[in-house]
């Protein structure tokens, strides 16, 4: 039985409010080893998405995912790249954004979480909340973006549930409303009380990818109920409910939408148990794509005028195009392909000829799209990430962030005769947002200096070198752990008063930028220059 309003079968004249309206566009936050991958092979497969289920991880390499594409990826198990997945369902059209696991790459999962309407936030029912899900939650509430929490694994003995509802709110500062609640824990789970439905839903674990069908009881007093699941189970779950209704925490949707209080659900992703009425209510409560904020102010995803942003560059995606795919965030209009656009950047009209929808490495090129939608645009050369297109005149939309680095490395080329490589890779890497390149001009050394955030970007960076530009590089740490731009409107004071081991660097658009080892450096270099602007970010 499903919750949800099915939206109108496909036909030939949907409105472009109708269009938005069907849309549901997220994506999955956690910490690593909470479950995302098992919940999005399951939310795919009920979704139909069989084929694509069966992908994201492949048998005989369990930990494979097929949006974990690139071969370091695959050997480490982790997912570093955030593709993303499409998928029609009872009528909706549901984007799932994939976002990296691992803590080095956040900020490109931080792209990402901007290009979303709402979030699910998977717990292990052990663990509770955990260092990566509370920095992702924190993202997502800055953005003001709804989250959704599936709290999973409850198949293992875990923590009680209301503690772990209690760490969510003490945590992470947002209230919770339970919409089902566990019946027994670890050996003794039974399945979970559709608090909203009265149901009862029974978990199975014998018959795996099969659901008993839910039944409806009359209330937890029905003595129907005590034949389900036990009389003493039943006493506990009447228990448990009546705390849950003395503290509160009953569902407003309104609060949701504002990101004030989070639903929480219990299940089972590697069991299959409750993804698929977890499924039913992300798409009853997530929200639509709405307004967006720009710099003429909000624009209605139904307006007729088209716009959307870059949130993503990615190179080489496929070997067999070797080309750089711009991942598009719809926000408004009806996006055609073929239809010129305003490059707001570059003050010019551009043709969006080669649009993709895309799978992991696959791609498929499509003649339209709708708010809410991320497509894959193949234009070389013209897109930065945040770059806006518009039907209209020029838009911005709020600035992307930007991580400070913290990992500075000297990259070497030992092969001289590879020098051009060398270079058009470092510069595409750079504008894919995988490292940053700064230069050191006073020093003796011209090696260019790799900044990063997380230490496991140079990985990347010399993979991708070596795999996609034949160029073998070495790489020299060095001790400097903060970045600072100068970013003094005109031009920066001549003379500056540093310590001793202060690097003075250029970026690639040769911006001042200063590398320190220690906090300590900084805030002295700021005490002597009161009037120098420092930045953290480029
Ligand atoms: P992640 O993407 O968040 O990193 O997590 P992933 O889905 O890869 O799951 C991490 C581990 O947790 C996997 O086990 C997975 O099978 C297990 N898991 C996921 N959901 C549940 C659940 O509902 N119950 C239980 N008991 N386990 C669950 P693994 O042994 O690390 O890997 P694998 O060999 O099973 O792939």
Redesign the pocket.
């Known amino acids: 039985m499903s919750s949800i309003v099915e939206q109108p079968a496909s036909g030939p004249a949907r409105s472009l409010a109708q269009e938005v309206a069907r849309r549901r566009t997220f994506a999955i936050i956690?910490h690593?080893?909470?479950?995302?991958?098992?919940?999005t092979e399951k939310l795919l497969l009920y979704a139909g998405a069989v084929e694509l289920a069966g992908a994201v991880r492949s048998r005989g390499n369990?930990?494979h995912a097929t949006s974990d594409w690139m071969l370091m990826e695959q050997e480490r198990g982790i997912s570093i790249t955030a593709t993303a997945l499409e998928m029609e369902y009872h009528g909706y059209h549901i984007n799932l954004l994939d976002t990296p696991?691992h803590q080095d790459f956040s900020e490109d999962t931080y792209r990402t979480l901007m290009a979303v309407d709402s979030a699910v936030m998977?717990l292990d029912s052990a663990k509770g909340i955990e260092p990566q899900t509370e920095k992702l939650f924190h993202v997502c509430r800055m953005r003001g973006i709804p989250i959704l929490t599936f709290i999973?694994?409850m198949?293992?003995e875990g923590r009680a549930p209301l503690e772990l509802l209690d760490e969510i709110e003490r945590i992470l500062g947002i209230g919770t409303a339970a919409l089902n609640w566990p019946i027994g824990s670890g050996d003794q789970f039974q399945g979970v009380y559709d608090l909203r439905g009265g149901r009862v839903l029974r978990f199975e674990r014998t018959l795996r990818n099969q659901s008993r069908a839910p039944v409806k009881v009359a209330g937890l007093d029905d003595p129907e109920l005590a034949g389900l699941i036990g009389e003493g189970p039943q006493r506990a779950l009447k228990e448990d409910v009546d705390l849950l209704a003395g503290v509160g925490g009953a569902f407003d949707h309104a609060r949701f939408l504002k990101g004030e209080i989070t639903p929480v659900f219990f299940g089972?992703?590697?069991?299959n148990f409750g993804v698929e009425p977890f499924l039913d209510s992300l798409l009853e409560l997530a929200p639509a794509p709405g307004p967006r904020e720009t710099d003429r102010g909000f624009i209605e995803p139904s307006d007729k005028e088209t716009t959307g942003f870059i949130f993503k560059i990615q190179a080489n995606m496929d070997p067999r195009h070797r080309d750089r795919m711009a991942f598009l965030r719809i926000c408004s209009g009806h996006f055609q392909t073929g239809m010129a656009v305003n490059h707001t950047r570059l003050g010019k009209s551009i043709r969006l000829a080669r649009v993709y929808r895309l799978f992991g490495r696959d791609r498929e090129s499509i003649d339209e799209a709708f708010p809410g939608d991320v497509v894959g645009v193949v234009s070389p050369g013209h897109f930065a990430i945040g770059d806006t297109i518009t039907t209209g005149g020029p838009i911005g939309f709020p600035g992307i962030p930007r991580f400070a680095p913290e990992n500075f490395a000297v990259i070497m080329n030992t092969e001289i005769s590879r020098y051009k490589q060398f270079n058009k890779g470092l510069l595409q890497l750079e504008e894919e947002g995988a490292t940053q390149v700064l230069y050191s001009p006073h020093s003796t050394r011209r090696e260019p200096i790799l900044a990063v955030v997380g230490a496991l970007q140079f990985d990347v960076v010399m993979a991708r070198l070596k795999d996609e530009y034949g160029v073998d590089a070495r790489l020299e740490r060095l001790s400097y752990t903060l970045a600072r731009w100068i970013t003094n409107p005109g031009n920066p004071p001549a003379r500056l008063i540093l310590p001793r081991n202060v690097l003075q660097c250029t970026d690639s658009r040769d911006r001042p930028v200063l590398l320190f080892q220690s906090a300590w450096e900084l805030r002295y270099t700021q005490e002597e220059n009161p009037k120098v602007v420092f930045s953290d970010v480029g």
Not at 32 to 39: M, N, V
Not at 268 to 271: F, G, K, M, P, R
């Open positions: 956690s690593p080893d909470a479950g995302k991958t098992t919940l369990q930990r696991g998977v999973n694994k198949d293992h089972s992703a590697l069991n």
